[in-house]
């Protein structure tokens, strides 16, 4: 599966030297980031969390769609797991893929267990988040000038700090 600014294209690798697209489908605008994570993959967009179920045949379907009520795209990395997603938007630079000017700098939290309806649960601010990582209840957030941070998500609506490593960008 790969994304490019507003479309998920579907690859057979039953030949793995020679990938043969099989599928493509409009998503949205301002395609950014894709997790895979079991049976679905997470899309994240400056427009909003998208969520596609991968079908029998290996082609995915939308599920689910939340969007956002920005006036200017932000940038969106995507992590998840079986009940909860991770957003990172950031405001990004002027000028570059991202809005610029709408000074969303925020980790947003949604529970993702009925899959057909994801419901943000909590944002937290943040300086530019830029990318996630996930290991169990370990959260990873590169946040830009700011650094690696480190957090235990075992209670999304109270996630702790456990590390921080600065001078990172």
């Not at 932000?74 to 809005?99: E, K, R």
């Not at 925020?106 to 944002?123: G, Y």
């Not at 830029?130 to 957090?151: P, R, S, T, Y």
């Amino acid at each position: 599966y790969i994304v490019d600014r507003s479309n998920i294209q579907t690859y057979s690798l039953a030949s793995p030297s020679l990938p043969n697209k099989i599928n493509t489908q409009e998503i949205g605008e301002q395609i950014e980031s894709i997790f895979n994570y079991e049976d679905k993959l997470f899309i994240g967009s400056g427009s909003g969390l998208y969520i596609y179920t991968i079908q029998d045949d290996g082609i995915p379907s939308r599920t689910a769609t939340h969007t956002y009520e920005f006036p200017i795209l932000p940038c969106d990395p995507v992590v998840a797991n079986d009940t909860y997603a991770y957003v990172s938007l950031h405001d990004g630079d002027t000028g570059g893929p991202c809005g610029g000017f709408n000074n969303v700098n925020e980790l947003k939290i949604f529970n993702v267990e009925d899959i057909n309806n994801p419901e943000l649960l909590i944002s937290y601010p943040m300086n530019r988040p830029k990318g996630l990582g996930l290991d169990g209840d370990i959260l990873f957030l590169c946040d830009d000038w700011a650094g690696l941070k480190v957090f235990n998500v075992s209670d999304p609506l109270n996630i702790v700090q456990i590390a921080h490593f600065d001078y990172f960008n």
